[in-house]
């Protein structure tokens, strides 16, 4: 690849340790080799008195390739005798994150009192010959692949087709015309793809869009191919499997842009393959790996001769925990129930013997919003069991009995059950029954007999509002101390200001399942302490919440899952939120959060009917 123009020239001449010399008609050779090196770290002759003018031409000619790339040269030595000085020349070219350096051995003439150089080749580079020109190319070495569980390849170089104009194959008279119709015939911004070709060099081809194979082939028609300059080049980038796989969280590789050029000192240049966004972008270094630089010597005909070179390495992969199956599965469920729903909606997936996410799929409207692992929703209903734990841990039994009634007020505010709550489930009914059904105001009733952060240690022991570094954006939720009674009585039904990302109820039932905390590894191979929460989770509570949730599958609200394979158990969940309409109704959030052998599953649809209308559906499919 070659290097384009962009570096700015770096000047610096540090002309030192020079023994003095005799004055030639005021001028000594120490002066003469200062200003040599000088105008040589500009990649100019110009101030310089040559023994021939036409030397000057030359050597434009030998460093015309190599004019926007900073060099540092020194004059580290003059030896003068009668008529002449020999003068050693220290040169350092920056190539990106390289350097090149060497010495040469120019001469100095003394011609009536002025010194004039006796320009050579070699006097640029050691070897170089008459004719010859400097040409550097970029190497880069292969980038790394994401893999997945089993170190299966999730993203790797897979086939693609770019579309644009080719400036060297129509004349420039026609380039805005030609750029017209290639963005028309691709379907990108007309403007904007004229705008990039305007400022692309007269030999560039200008990139309209990239397309994978399989997306391409019925775009070629017999019109772009009459376009003047219209291009079609093959080519392979890292691709996932698909365009949606798991796309909000690994992100994009593509051409740097200025502002990443800018911020890499130097070591990122234009045309430099690089993560822009998610994984690609934060664990760029280990999978760019490092450059290499081969400096050329070009003659007239082309040929080249090899002056200088470093191999470039190749970067590293970087592993995942992603199921390749489960996360496709996830994404398709999701795609399939919630393709007209909207705005966000997502599906996490983790085995709680181990903590991997297994799957983090978005779903097909959520415009590159990873919902799955950065959402901040309230979880609603799905929030019952850290409630019950907290229960639990207050001295109330799972066959003690609570009071549902219809509504409960709270301070003056009203709170009721879900619109299709059944009636056989209000009255005297145990905590199991009213985690079962998800009454809402049962569990607000209890509220006296927790204190102000019983809530938010159990939340703590099932895994939920303590942050970690995982490497990935991951909010783990929040449960912060009640406001007022109202706030708490909210809060008791995952509402008011807890607020949880389906990560982070992925993670509370996979504790539950586990028996301990469970800490989510998306990067098995980053090192992650778990902060060890006040009070943990005892084995006993996990049994007694592990029955609530099964009971929500044979007699509660979610006995739809009651024939599926396994001890399934299960919470729906939903969470009313924004403004009131005219009718006064909120939107609601609906969630389900489940656990089937070594699977726990967390399902989010931004706004639905329900957690068993809307999330429900999408559960089973994947359970399934």
């Known amino acids: 690849m070659r290097l384009p123009p962009h570096a700015a020239v770096a000047l610096l001449c540090v002309l030192g ?18 200003q040599l090196a000088t105008g040589l770290s500009t990649h100019s002759l110009e101030q310089v008195q040559l023994t021939s003018d036409a030397d000057r031409e030359r050597y434009a000619e030998v460093v015309r390739n190599m004019r926007d790339l900073p060099v540092q040269v020194s004059a580290t030595e003059v030896d003068e005798d009668d008529s002449s000085a020999a003068v050693t020349l220290a040169w350092t070219w920056t190539l990106g994150d390289l350097e090149w350096a060497y010495e040469t051995t120019v001469e100095l003439i003394d011609s009536a009192g002025t010194w004039e150089l006796d320009w050579e080749p070699q006097s640029v580079a050691p070897g170089l010959r008459a004719g010859e020109a400097l ?25 693609v087709v770019r579309y644009g104009l080719n400036k060297t194959a129509t004349k420039p008279r026609r380039w805005r015309d030609s750029a017209t119709r290639i963005a028309r015939a691709v379907g990108v911004d007309v403007a904007s793809f004229r705008r990039k070709v305007d400022a692309y060099g007269e030999a560039a081809f200008v990139e309209a869009i990239v397309l994978r194979t399989e997306d391409a082939r019925e775009l070629i028609d017999a019109e772009y191919a009459e376009i003047p300059g219209a291009a079609v080049i093959e080519d392979e980038i890292p691709l996932a499997p698909t365009k949606e796989f798991a796309a909000p969280l690994l992100g994009t590789v593509g051409m740097a842009t200025a502002e990443i050029i800018e911020e890499s000192n130097g070591s990122i240049q234009e045309g430099d393959e690089v993560g822009l966004s998610g994984l690609q972008s934060r664990y760029d270094g280990q999978l760019r790996g490092e450059p290499g630089v081969r400096v050329q010597a070009v003659d007239s005909s082309g040929d080249e001769r090899t002056l200088f070179s470093k191999g470039a390495r190749d970067g590293k992969d970087l592993r995942t925990t992603l199921d390749l199956d489960l996360q496709l599965k996830a994404e398709s469920v999701l795609a399939e129930f919630t393709a007209e729903a909207g705005p966000h909606s997502a599906l996490v997936a983790i085995r709680p013997s181990t903590g991997e996410v297994v799957a ?17 929703y309230a979880p609603g209903s799905t929030f019952k069991v850290v409630t019950a734990l907290a229960l639990l841990r207050s001295g109330i039994a799972p066959s003690d009995v609570l009071e549902c009634g219809a509504t409960t007020v709270v301070d003056g505010r009203s709170f009721k059950n879900y619109d299709d709550y059944p009636s056989a489930g209000l009255g005297l009914i145990t905590l199991t029954q009213t985690i079962a059904n998800s009454c809402n105001t049962g569990l607000i009733n209890t509220r006296s007999a927790l204190d102000g952060d019983t809530l938010a240690q159990a939340a703590a022991a099932l895994g939920m509002g303590v942050d970690h570094d995982l490497g990935f954006p991951a909010y783990f939720g929040q449960v912060p101390p009640p406001a007022g009674a109202t706030d708490q009585a909210a809060s008791l039904i995952g509402q008011g200001r807890v607020l949880a990302s389906p990560l ?10 586990a028996g301990e905390a469970v800490l989510p590894i998306l990067l098995p191979d980053l090192q992650v302490r ?3 929460p006040t009070t943990p989770l005892t084995s006993t509570e996990a049994e007694e919440l592990r029955a609530m949730m099964r009971a929500v599958v044979t007699e509660g609200s979610a006995t739809f899952l009651a024939d599926l394979p396994g001890d399934v158990a299960a919470k729906t969940g939903t969470a009313e939120y924004g403004t009131p309409d005219a009718a006064g109704s909120l939107s609601t959030h609906t969630w389900m959060i489940a656990t089937q052998g070594d699977l726990a599953v967390a399902v989010f649809v931004e706004t639905g009917q329900s957690g068993k209308v809307t999330a429900g559906p999408i559960l089973e499919a994947f359970l399934r």
């Open 17 to 34: 340790g020079l023994a003095a010399c005799s004055d030639v008609d005021g001028e000594s050779a120490d002066e003469a080799a200062e």
């Open 135 to 159: 040409d550097v190319d970029l190497l880069t070495g292969e980038r790394g692949d994401i893999l997945g569980a089993g170190d299966q390849s999730l993203v790797t170089e897979r086939p």
């Open 360 to 376: 983090a799929a978005n779903g097909p409207t959520n415009e590159g919003f990873n919902a799955a692992t950065a959402g901040q």
């Open 504 to 513: 982070t109820m992925a993670t509370v039932a996979a504790s539950t399942a």
């Open 530 to 532: 778990q902060q060890e």
